[in-house]
């Protein structure tokens, strides 16, 4: 089970510290499917929603692919890639000799980034998963459209054999294409919003592919589900989101997730847009951002300790490795380590973590830790569900629907009437005017 430790933070706390009454509240709200949004909470019983028959053919595809292919091409954008990729980069940041190489597509417009795949994929076999609800979405529909071509070039009549589709069970385009050319389908869940998705088909296939244990994700994320339905301050989903949202009244504007392990990068990105996409709204919410400890401590420490007091942490925690570096003697000791000779470079990495905190803190940064276990599958699951269900919950204590996007349509639509599409001609006149001036 994940665990939080509000130590770092409690000096920044008001008297009363965090509120755990409306916590409580929170947690009914979300519980009884009763507060905004409340259509889109098919997460919150996702992982014990997963029928076996349905993790079964998860796996199974996964199989199939790692049987006849090198690399899987993942199409998609925001949720649709990001937990599947923190996942993968988490767990199997080198690919092991006989895993596919993983490539996510779908989330650029940028020539460069295609053309580097499509020359990295050379004349490998490889598959398609494309992920979409709609499938119009327009960064992962042209991608698809560039790599069915390749498919098709490179397969002929057997090229709809390699493509996937995770999408919506019953409408769309591309739940349309997939009936029409017999592709391979897994549903993307009408409750469940794309952020929250990476527990459904939409993380599973990739992670299976990537060789990740997806059941043992599923069953760590149930026992997560299960230990943080306590309705007590005990509860650390609880003390997570109530100590964020108290910050975030005194002015801590800016939440910094760092961890002290570079396979969590991508991880990081998942949850930015995890709590970015529910929160900043109404003029409200934390602006999350990642660091990448310590590495970004010889770049962006000497902000964090002496900038602008709105910042403040949580760190990420990971058990040791059993598998363990030490530090070699060297006779010469002209870079003066020999005082670290026999220590474990996990043991180093802990001071560090240490230190930072300890600095941070007393330089005004509030500090939250989230502690979890080793780095595997297991650990991963209980993460994921962990920030999920805090995420629900510090959205109703900020009094916003954490479930709706309405101002991503905003940037959509220019884009849209710029680039020509039907029905947005007048739009596209007034803003190539205002473009001009």
């Not at 990001?82 to 980069?89: D, Q, T, V």
């Not at 053309?115 to 490889?126: N, V, W």
């Not at 510090?394 to 009094?399: E, K, N, Q, T």
Request: aromatic share 10%.
């Amino acid at each position: 089970m994940v665990k939080v430790d509000l130590t770092g933070a409690a000096g920044f706390f008001t008297a009363a510290g965090p509120d755990y009454e409306l916590a409580a509240l929170a947690h009914k709200t979300l519980a009884d499917k009763s507060g905004l949004g409340n259509n889109f909470t098919g997460w919150v019983e996702l992982p014990r929603r997963i029928k076996e028959t349905e993790l079964e053919r998860i796996v199974a595809a996964a199989e199939k692919i790692r049987s006849r292919s090198k690399a899987l091409v993942v199409i998609g954008i925001g949720g649709s890639y990001l937990g599947a990729r923190g996942a993968i980069e988490l767990l199997k940041p080198m690919p092991g000799k006989d895993d596919p190489k993983v490539f996510f597509m779908g989330n650029t417009l940028s020539t460069d980034t295609i053309c580097d795949t499509i020359a990295a994929l050379g004349d490998m076999d490889f598959d398609v998963n494309v992920i979409s609800k709609s499938g119009t979405t327009l960064e992962p529909a042209v991608s698809f459209r560039i790599f069915r071509e390749i498919l098709a070039k490179k397969y002929g009549d057997k090229a709809d054999e390699h493509i996937f589709a995770t999408t919506d069970e019953h409408k769309g385009v591309l739940h349309g294409l997939a009936e029409q050319h017999g592709w391979e389908s897994f549903v993307v869940p009408d409750d469940v919003g794309g952020r929250f998705s990476v527990l459904s088909a939409v993380g599973l296939l990739p992670m299976a592919v990537a060789g990740i244990d997806v059941r043992r994700v599923i069953d760590a994320a149930i026992a997560e589900m299960e230990a943080l339905d306590l309705r007590s301050p005990e509860n650390p989903a609880w003390q997570y989101a109530a100590a964020r949202q108290l910050l975030c009244g005194k002015g801590y504007s800016i939440e910094l997730l760092a961890c002290y392990e570079p396979s969590f990068r991508f991880m990081a990105e998942w949850w930015k847009q995890l709590y970015g996409e529910s929160e900043g709204k109404e003029g409200k919410g934390l602006f999350p951002a990642s660091v990448d400890f310590t590495a970004d401590l010889h770049s962006m420490g000497q902000y964090i300790q002496q900038g602008e007091r709105t910042l403040l942490e949580t760190v990420v925690r990971f058990a040791a490795d059993p598998d363990q570096l030490t530090v070699p003697h060297d006779d010469v000791n002209g870079d003066g380590l020999n005082f670290l000779e026999g220590k474990t470079m996990d043991f180093i990495n802990r001071q560090a973590m240490d230190g930072t905190l300890l600095a941070h803190v007393e330089g005004g940064v509030p500090n939250l830790i989230v502690s979890a276990g080793e780095r595997n599958a297991r650990t991963l699951g209980e993460l994921i569900y962990f920030f999920e269900f805090s995420c629900g919950l510090s959205g109703y204590l900020l009094g916003v629907n954490p479930f709706d996007q309405p101002g991503v349509e905003a940037y959509k639509k220019n884009m849209f009437a710029l680039l020509g599409k039907p029905g947005y001609e007048e739009a596209g006149e007034a803003l190539r005017a205002k473009l001009s001036k």
